[in-house]
């Protein structure tokens, strides 16, 4: 079964910073864009970035831009979202999807979603 897995959420301070993981079971993450989704408590899901399979292209919310670095490591068949200067807007439950298009999730749409990890920022 092809799943997706997110680790790295916790609870952090204003201005704090973390670190989210993104790997896969039942496939590896090497050979798709990858993006990371937020959705706030009453809120619309959002895309907070992506990365096409070669990290060649990235994409940002404006939200996040300057703030958040995404990466691979294909290697470790790891995506990464580093996340700095963290605002308690930023609170939400984090979602990692894969998709063969990098555009395809730019648009806000993937194939495959992991279950999401908890992103939470307060003093």
């Known amino acids: 079964q092809l799943q997706l897995v997110e680790s790295g959420g916790r609870l952090v301070q204003p201005g704090g910073s973390l670190r989210l993981s993104c790997g896969a079971s039942?496939?590896?993450?090497?050979?798709?864009?990858i993006g990371w989704f937020r959705q706030a408590t009453g809120k619309e899901r959002e895309g907070v970035s992506c990365?096409?399979?070669?990290?060649?292209?990235?994409n940002y919310a404006e939200s996040v831009k300057g703030r958040f670095t995404i990466s691979r490591d294909n290697a470790k068949h790891t995506v990464y979202l580093q996340m700095n200067s963290l605002k308690p807007e930023d609170t939400a439950i984090y979602y990692c999807?894969?998709?063969?298009?990098?555009?395809?999730?730019?648009?806000?749409?993937?194939?495959?979603w992991g279950q999401g990890t908890q992103v939470t920022v307060s003093s």
């Open positions: 990365i096409s399979s070669s990290g060649g292209r990235t």
């Open positions: 999807t894969a998709d063969a298009s990098f555009d395809r999730i730019a648009g806000g749409d993937s194939d495959y």
């Open positions: 039942g496939f590896t993450v090497d050979y798709y864009a």
